[in-house]
């Protein structure tokens, strides 16, 4: 299992708080990204980027914009595509 992967799973079992997920996907993901050896499926890799855009558009704060994520609607997206 891969970095990714990794934090993947541990987010969704909840091993981890969405704040110590994004800071660390949104750093492990770029590293990928650059890694011209990085060898994962188009499926996976597309989901790979859709965690990142999702984990993105995360905001822990109450005044979070409405398109912005919170913790549990983040563990939502990401389970959702993780396992599509």
Same mark, same amino acid.
């Given at each position: 299992? %891969?970095?990714?992967e990794h934090l993947v799973h541990a987010f969704i079992s909840q091993e981890i708080t969405a704040s110590n997920f994004? %800071?660390?996907y949104l750093?492990?993901?770029r590293k990928w990204r650059d890694d011209e050896n990085s060898c994962f499926s188009?499926?996976?890799s597309s989901k790979f980027d859709s965690i990142f855009s999702a984990a993105d558009m995360y905001n822990p704060a109450i005044d979070r914009a409405e398109y912005e994520l919170d913790e549990a609607k983040l563990?939502?997206?990401v389970t959702e595509i993780y396992s599509s």
């Open positions: 299992m %891969n970095t990714l994004v %800071n660390e750093d492990a993901w188009d499926t996976l563990r939502d997206v």
